[in-house]
């Protein structure tokens, strides 16, 4: 199988990205073939500092390198150095009805937060299409919020095909449950935009003080406590193993400790699991070179890989 996914370069990334995407792409690398890259055309709908939005983009491809992406098993590069999906997004538009893009919540939602309403934040799932479909992608692993752009890859893909052919492969996206919606600190989701993130690469005070804003109830210290909806215990889910998990499920019913120590334990959880990641991220950082290399030879092999399709698209429509 095709397995794609794209990451925006538009903040720091945290466990929510880590669990819901990053982690699913590294850990299919083994069995699949498997592309990704930083979605930096998608994040200048939100970021207008170009110097900026260069370093975001540097950053994110450091972290995804950090975190166990393999470049010899992960055809890996920055969405900009394969024009080629530019193109395609445009003749993907002339398949896109206007009542497909209406309907994105992704649009309304960020332009609720008061981000402008401009014509590439409205367009922007046709790009993410032009993404997903020029390479043949069979997979896309995603957090739950971009099930519906993978829908709407899927209904651009048959309008088209239904003019010219099975061209375009039809992708779908995959959801684990378990992650699909990774909390923040307040509950919500974990979201950059929601200010109530816990990062994978802050300092070890900072993850303290993300780790002590866990939003709890007020039930005392002495008193025995409810691990199944708390928030410090959902996200500690993520990293504990089985027996790791029953032992802190005793020691919240044993009304021997408040939260205030679980909240503490849960950084520490946290920051050991990061640990050997911290140290990776660090080589990439003092060595750009190796960066640079890395990402010119993920976007060669992308083209290359794109190649075949597109030229075939471009014969259908006639350019
Ligand atoms: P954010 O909401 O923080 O801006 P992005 O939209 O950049 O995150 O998401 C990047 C990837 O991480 C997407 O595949 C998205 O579905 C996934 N993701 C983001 N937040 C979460 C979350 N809280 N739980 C699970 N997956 C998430
Ligand atoms: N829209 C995705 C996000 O915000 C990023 C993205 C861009 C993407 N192109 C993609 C994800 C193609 C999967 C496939 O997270």
Redesign the pocket.
């Known amino acids: 199988m095709l397995y794609l996914?794209g990451?925006?370069p538009?903040?720091k990334i945290?466990i929510?990205?880590y669990?819901?995407?990053?982690k699913k792409m590294v850990d299919s690398q083994n069995d699949h073939q498997s592309l990704a890259f930083i979605a930096n055309y998608h994040a200048m709908t939100s970021v207008r500092d170009g110097a900026k939005l260069k370093e975001m983009t540097r950053e994110a491809a450091i972290n995804f390198l950090s975190v166990g992406l393999d470049p010899e098993k992960t055809t890996f590069w920055v969405q900009s150095d394969v024009k080629e999906v530019l193109e395609l997004y445009w003749i993907l538009s002339g398949f896109t009805p206007m009542g497909l893009l209406n309907q994105g919540h992704s649009y309304k939602d960020k332009t609720a937060k008061g981000i402008a309403a401009n014509h590439s934040l409205f367009s922007y799932p046709v790009l993410m299409a032009a993404d997903i479909l020029l390479f043949g992608s069979e997979v896309v692993?995603?957090?739950?919020?971009?099930i519906q752009h993978v829908e709407m890859a899927r209904d651009i893909a048959i309008k088209f095909n239904n003019e010219y052919g099975e061209i375009l492969t039809i992708p779908e996206y995959k959801i684990d449950e378990d992650?699909?919606?990774?909390?923040?600190i307040d509950g919500a989701?974990?979201?950059?935009?929601?200010n109530n993130?816990i990062d994978m690469f802050g300092t070890e005070k900072e993850l303290e003080k993300q780790c002590k804003k866990i939003v709890t109830d007020s039930t005392p210290m002495e008193e025995p406590k409810e691990y199944e909806n708390c928030n410090i215990y959902k996200i500690s889910k993520l990293f504990l193993n089985e027996d790791e998990l029953k032992d802190l499920q005793v020691r919240y019913k044993s009304g021997k400790e408040g939260y205030g120590h679980f909240k503490l334990y849960l950084k520490d959880v946290i920051w050991n699991y990061f640990a050997p990641f911290r140290e990776k991220r660090e080589y990439y950082m003092n060595n750009p070179k190796v960066v640079n290399e890395i990402l010119a030879s993920g976007a060669d092999k992308a083209r290359n890989l794109a190649n075949e399709r597109f030229s075939l698209i471009k014969e259908k429509v006639g350019i």
């Open positions: 996914s990451i925006q538009s903040g945290h929510g990205n669990f819901g995407m990053i692993p995603v957090g739950k919020d971009q992650v699909a919606t990774v909390p923040g989701k974990m979201s950059k935009s929601y993130t």
